[in-house]
């Protein structure tokens, strides 16, 4: 009863093309963005509240600290150091944590941690037990750009660059209420009742993870396509949609999370740009935080570097934030949102590499100015304008990083690039305090060499991804590679094109 041009050796192939099939992006992508979506919003930008409140909180309790326990400027800056230490050294753990164990688990892990350590320093006798204890804060704030890849996972193409940018939304959100928090808090209960308030997004988010879905792409991975359908069809029900119909189909991996998947030929040379890229972006950012208080306390560019000035003010006398001094730091933080917007017009206009090479351009642009000593208005123009070029930049590295690396390798790529984002944070404080003390000129161009070694590396990074669907293991990326090169032989594909011509 067979048709005289099918054979039995053609049977397989005719059963399995005749059944319909999809993938997690085919349903991600035929569900949309929705109500879900707004949720998992909502969710992980929690999460970089809480990341944006403790980092902020640096620059508003040490002052007091320093006055109450007599600290030293060395000692002042080593409880920044110890939070940035933590993050750099667990950055690439929680990294292969989530690419091996799940998003949810790595997340909610780093943060229930983060609110345990930061609780606890609320409670710290002595400055031995405030170090310690914010470096372990640092320690699990080191995961919280894992809530990236989670809430990247299941945003549908036309909507991931312009989604992940508003989460900076979220981090400029958190930052002013820590300074609101601050004028209210610290005159009249002073900074350990700030550090107990502060951990009110860690808390809200503790309240509300027993929510969170794994991502379904991470359970495709790891064989569990019975989970992932059930994590698409309440997603779909959310949003008022459904999933395609047929049975869902993935590569699966069992080797994920490892470092040297990175530096495989395909990824190579991107992993090496994209850190480079994530270092240039944290080593800028945090300089030009620390270049705003030390030339506004100066008045101006020039006197930055007089010592009989400058000096004996910063690291002699104990002085407390006054109001004023907190309504210049909101201020401060204001300027970040014009770069998120800016970035939002051209992310998806000009493509993550150029929007990257532009920030860092700007950037470098912005700062040229201060070297011909101007005064305080037009000193916080260029400043402000630096800061929101930065940020804007920053902000498109987290869109690109979890866009170009598969679903294997994502985690542990934004990982190591916030490990050397920590780096860089790590370095630019001797910069822009210290070498600063010798020389403006010499420090403005560390910074100006630095971005403009940024924009060629983002110039030159191999892949765009705006429009680009997300890979799901090693594997399926050197597949597509191979699909996208010019048709010319063949060979393989003409018992395909003869298969898909019988359904």
Known sequence: FLPAWLSLEEIPVYICISSETFTVEEAVEAIGFGKFQWKLSMLTGVAWMADAMEMMLLSIATPQLRCEWRLSSWKVASITAMVFIGMMISSSLWGNISDKYGRKVCLILCMLWSLHYGFLSAFAPTYSWILVLRGLVGFGLGGAPQSVTLYTEFL?????????????????????????????????????????????????????????????????????????????????????????????????QTDRGRIKDLFIPEYRRTTLLVWFIWFCNAFSYYGIVLLTTELFQAGSACSATDNSNMEPRCSLECNYLTFHDYVDLLWTTLAEFPGILVTLWMIDRIGRRKSMAVCFLLFSVSILPLYACTQRTLLTVFIFIARACITGGWQVAYVYTPEVFPTATRAIGIGTGSGMARVGALITPFIAQVLLKSSIYLTLSVYLICCLLGTVASWFLPMETTGRSLQESTQSTMEQKNIERPQGSETTESSSSRSSKYI
């Open 156 to 252: 549908p193409m036309k909507s991931r660059g312009i989604s992940v940018i508003l989460l900076g939304v979220f981090w400029g959100l958190g930052a002013v209420f820590e300074v609101l928090l601050a004028m209210l808090v610290m005159p009249t209960l002073g900074w350990k009742w700030l550090l107990a308030f502060s951990t009110l997004p860690l808390v809200v988010f503790a309240a509300s993870c027993c929510w969170l879905p794994e991502s379904a792409r991470f359970d495709v991975l790891r064989g569990r396509e019975d989970k992932a359908l059930d994590t698409l069809k309440c997603i779909a029900a959310a949003n008022g949609s459904s999933v395609p119909k047929g049975r869902l189909i993935a590569n699966t």
